[in-house]
């Protein structure tokens, strides 16, 4: 079946630093990813999404490129802010649509100033 | 944006009670909506998908007699513990499916953490 795995944390940075979180996925077909956010005390919001081999997803100054060769999807920042202390989940649907989402365990990521 | 309201955020109950968690759709209609379980550093794993005015659709190795899952409106779906053991303790969070303008988006609950003593 369908599975997502990514970096464990916490992930503690200096703000301004660059940060990777690593995501890897098995799934059959051509699955769509995505990475959700999950600020302290609210519910996951969509970061960033790619449907295709080689995409790449951006918002907020967060990257991902959809690497079907490697089957990664890494998230990636050039400089971070103590605003973006939160939980990151890498996600990935098989059907195309949102019947289901398979996650994976979340990273949590800590900038300090 | 379109919200997802979730209750309660946390909730603390005795062993053989039963808790029920509401998952509402603020501002659009939601004919879908899911509800998952994490365990800690654990993914969150589906549980079962609720269709309003439908039976829920449950994912293998899911009790739905444990789980009740009620999509009454398209506004509101419940689920409700049932005779909570410690084992339930978990943390349960819903998602609602919006497919209006702007093509089909997903958006979730801020959560439930139960603990059953």
Redesign the interface.
Known sequence: GDS?TQM?GPVTLSEEAFLTINCTYTATGYPSLFW?V?YP??????LLKATKADDKGSNKGFEATYRKETTSFHLEKGSVQVSDSAVY?CALTSSG??????????TKLQVIP | GAVVSQHPSRVICKSGTSVKIECRSLDFQATTMFWYRQFPKKSLMLMATSNEGSKATYEQGVEKDKFLINHASLTLSTLTVTSAHPEDSSFYICSARDTGDGGEKLFFGSGTQLSVL
């Open positions: 997502v464990e959700y999950q005390g609210e519910g996951l919001q969509l989940f649509g949102y019947q289901k989402v398979t996650f994976g365990t979340g």
